[in-house]
């Protein structure tokens, strides 16, 4: 269940819904399989971010966007595509630019079909937040719901989850959001891309453990952010 010292590789009560796990230390390598064995690998190709020992919020590392051109991206896999289940996405991520536009994270075709954009940043006042589709190409599940602001230049948690037809936001272990939507995310041809592209804006920060786990809703209240 994850209790090896590995860095990435900490106890989860939630191993056995893991599907994705990149906590971004050194490597861009997903871990899932070393913490759920039911789990399949997911290749990332590297265009241009970096490894970066001097920022981090756990484990002594992250990886760097510099804002232009950097962004990791996985093959289309079903494991990204969550339909109408229970899910929980998250990560820890640090902005270093008050950006307008970007979409660190966001499942699609990398084509402008997307089922979501689990993260987009609207400035630091509103902070970031996620759109969602069932259909590929209108929000018709969620417009824009947000944290509520961040902090240029340092980490902050962000959370997503579903739980039936409700869906909740949290930043930093905090409820910032909950809404209903029934329906099936659109899942046709859905890769996950992590720091752009999406109409040619790019994440200018650094992210961290980022994980996916299908199945479950990790939180549902308040809560305490994982930090070992």
């Not at 970007?102 to 402008?112: A, I, Q, R, T």
């Not at 409820?175 to 939507?181: G, M, N, R, S, Y």
């Not at 659109?186 to 786990?213: A, C, E, K």
């Amino acid at each position: 269940g994850g209790t090896s010292a590995t860095v990435g590789v900490r106890t989860d009560a939630y191993y056995a819904n893991l599907v994705f796990a990149l906590p971004l230390v050194g490597s861009s390598t997903d871990v899932s399989n070393q913490i759920n064995s039911g789990s399949t690998t997911k290749a990332i190709t590297n265009n241009g971010s970096t490894s970066d020992t001097t920022s981090s919020n756990f484990y002594d590392g992250s990886f760097n966007f510099d804002g232009s051109n950097d962004y990791l991206v996985t093959p289309v896999s079903t494991d990204f595509q969550l339909g109408s289940g229970d899910f929980t996405l998250e990560c820890w991520i640090k902005p270093d630019a008050d950006d307008n536009g970007p979409s660190p994270v966001v499942m699609g075709n990398g084509s402008g079909i997307y089922s979501c954009i689990l993260l987009y940043s609207h400035s630091a006042s509103s902070g970031f937040g996620c759109y969602l589709s069932s259909n590929g190409s209108s929000w018709n599940m969620s417009t824009y719901k947000g944290t509520g602001g961040y902090t240029v230049g340092e980490w902050m948690h962000y959370a997503l989850t579903r739980d039936g037809n409700t869906f909740r936001l949290f930043s930093n272990g905090i409820l910032k959001e909950t809404w209903t939507a029934s329906g099936s995310l659109y899942g046709n041809t859905n890769q996950l891309s992590i720091g752009g592209p999406r109409d040619s804006d790019y994440f200018n920060g650094n992210i961290q453990d980022f994980r996916i786990y299908k199945g479950v809703a990790k939180y549902t209240s308040n809560f305490v952010p994982a930090s070992t």
